[in-house]
């Protein structure tokens, strides 16, 4: 299986690299950048437009330029290298699967060219207090009102939804917390009535918010009813986009720490000449090239027909992922000592990320038991 990028891709790579390299390059950037409002420069947002990274995501007869899983994950491992604080994940990751799979051609027509003009960013409200990893326990109620739906209930953890434009939200319109059917997606502007939107920010720099709907006035995305298929589309790309960040960021706290280990001296040598160090930062290295084979084996699976392979496949990476985000972030830290743990030092926002990631989309025990109720990956006779 031919692994290389094309042409066209590896060009990509680098322009995004460079660009993102070049946005950031410091720590105290990306304080300075996280301070703004909203948690992060436009500036940066608008040259994501200039690149085509905004509209990547869509067909280019829906006005994009028809990207797929593997410019995403370009795009995602430079994000995580470079701990990038813009929306990407939110609105070109999670609202444009959803808008891609779910959307008419009118709202495809209205929705698209802002999103990839850098306009409009949407999030994704999908998760409830009550219902941890489970995308069915909804109780966030639609009822119909002529040709529109009334919205009432809660969404909390809402990936950078005090800047959003738009929202994309689960609710219920039949059937009973926890059932699959009667799930429906919804487009509602963040500034109509009866939406009220707290934000805050989360542990490894980013944005969340808190979306409370009262009586909110609200239009279909997608086959009324049919939304939890199409939401668990969006979560699985979710997983793939995390999966390529998260190899990014391991990347980056490897490289730190191996350089460390080769400045840092005890006894008057560099402690790099340990053996056990090195046995460490040679583990660290194992760790990342098993999930950077995973994540590509998710850009690979993310678009498969069989929902059930492609479930089973989604969850065994982030089981990987996971444990690899894990040991590479707890073994950094032991091997620099306490600097791995000041704020002051890139490589302890890389484990902070790394551990949000551990619990984004689903944690190691909620996956691992998605697999082993699959059978595993491997058929057994």
Not at 198 to 226: C, E, F, H, I, K
Request: proline fraction near 3%; glycine fraction near 10%.
């Amino acid at each position: 299986m031919d692994f290389d990028f094309s042409s066209e891709q590896a060009q990509l790579k680098e322009s995004v690299e460079r660009f993102v390299a070049a946005s950031y390059g410091s720590l105290e950037n990306r304080e300075a950048m996280r301070k703004l409002p909203g948690g992060f420069d436009n500036r940066i947002w608008e040259g994501y437009a200039e690149l085509g990274l905004l509209g990547m995501p869509f067909a280019e007869e829906d006005g994009g330029f028809g990207g797929g899983p593997v410019e995403t994950m370009i795009a995602m491992e430079a994000i995580g290298r470079n701990l990038a604080l813009e929306p990407y994940l939110s609105t070109g990751v999670l609202a444009a699967t959803a808008i891609r799979l779910g959307a008419d051609a009118a709202q495809k027509e209205q929705l698209i060219p802002a999103i990839a003009e850098g306009t409009l960013r949407i999030s994704l409200a999908w998760q409830e207090p009550q219902a941890r990893y489970d995308l069915a326990n909804i109780t966030t109620t639609a009822r119909p009102q002529g040709d529109a739906y009334i919205l009432n209930g809660r969404k909390d953890l809402v990936l950078n939804g005090d800047t959003a434009g738009m929202l994309i939200l689960s609710a219920r319109t039949a059937g009973k917390p926890c059932e699959p059917d009667g799930i429906t997606l919804f487009l509602v502007p963040a500034d109509a009535q009866g939406v009220m939107i707290s934000g805050y920010g989360s542990q490894d720099g980013g944005r969340l918010a808190d979306v409370v709907l009262n009586d909110v006035v609200a239009q279909p995305l997608g086959p009324v009813g049919g939304g939890h298929a199409i939401l668990e589309r969006v979560i699985e790309a979710g997983i793939a986009a995390v999966a390529a960040e998260a190899v990014g960021s391991m990347e980056a706290l490897h490289a730190l720490t191996v350089d460390y280990l080769k400045t840092r001296k005890q006894f008057g040598v560099a402690i790099s000449t340990f053996q056990t160090l090195q046995h460490k930062a040679v583990d660290m290295l194992l760790m990342l090239e098993q999930a950077r084979s995973m994540a590509y084996y998710a850009t690979m699976m993310v678009e498969a027909e069989d929902a059930e392979e492609r479930r089973a496949a989604l969850s065994a990476v982030k089981v990987q992922i996971n444990r690899s985000a894990r040991f590479i972030g707890q073994t950094a830290v032991q091997l620099h000592g306490g600097i791995g743990m000041t704020m002051e030092y890139i490589g302890a926002h890389h484990f902070k990320r790394l551990a949000v990631i551990e619990t984004q989309f689903g944690d190691t025990a909620f996956h691992l038991a998605r697999v082993t109720k699959a059978g595993g990956l491997i058929a057994t006779t």
